[in-house]
């Protein structure tokens, strides 16, 4: 993939993230989607920076691999606790969203400790380290919870069509993203080809998704019970 072509994807994806808060504030929904939106805005100001320090220093620059998994880092907090808010209007009728928060603050800092505890014996900059596996770990739980969350959609047999759409595109966010960080632990030259091919045409889709949901699909949008039960699990 060519650079220029690289540089249109990654400024699309720019794009669709702004786009998603954009349909989100004409849909009134932007505090409901509180930290999907945060994210989503946090990405546009992410992915400037990036630029700015990619076309100055170079992708193989220790400034920008330094930034990039920080930002990663950040970013994927912020995303892990919007998981936990779709857990929240899942089961919002359990009335358990304080339990949900709990268990979500408590699940992020026994992630954050097993990764430091795993970087700690290690002989090389251990903040680096520890954003990346970070990172990696919270993609790995992020995972394992959203199809734990779409296991209890499908036990309670929740239909509401644009939660169902946002907690899909997670799921496939949360795979690509983990099978990246695989990837990268197995063949460590994959990071250029990750970062440079591979991460920008992925980040289109989850905007896209969410984008389109939060756009066209109508608040009072349910799916049936049978076309729930169809979807591919």
């Not at 959609?153 to 595109?169: G, N, P």
């Not at 969410?210 to 799916?223: E, I, N, Q, T």
């Amino acid at each position: 993939m060519s650079g220029s072509v690289s540089y249109v994807i990654l400024f699309l994806g720019t794009f669709l993230e702004a786009l998603v808060v954009v349909c989100a504030v004409r849909r009134k929904i932007l505090k409901r989607y509180f930290f999907l939106n945060l994210y989503m805005l946090l990405c546009v100001c992410v992915t400037l920076g990036r630029y700015r320090i990619l076309s100055q220093e170079g992708l193989t620059s220790l400034t920008y691999r330094y930034f990039y998994f920080y930002s990663d880092a950040v970013l994927t907090i912020v995303l892990f606790f919007g998981l936990a808010s779709l857990y929240a209007y899942v089961l919002e009728e359990l009335k358990v969203e304080r339990y949900v928060r709990l268990g979500a603050i408590v699940l992020l800092v026994g992630t954050a400790w097993f990764s430091y505890s795993v970087v700690s014996q290690s002989s090389h900059r251990i903040l680096t380290y520890f954003a990346f596996e970070l990172s990696q770990n919270l993609y790995f739980v992020g995972l394992v919870l959203t199809y734990a969350l779409w296991a209890t959609i499908l036990k309670m047999r929740e239909s509401r069509t644009l939660l169902v759409q946002l907690v899909l595109s997670l799921g496939v966010y949360f795979s690509a993203g983990a099978a990246g960080y695989a990837l990268t632990n197995l063949y460590p030259n994959l990071y250029t080809a990750s970062v440079v091919r591979i991460e920008p045409i992925m980040g289109c889709l989850l905007p896209l998704s969410w984008a389109y949901a939060f756009w066209r699909v109508p608040d009072d949008a349910r799916l049936s019970p049978a076309r729930l039960a169809a979807v591919p699990r």
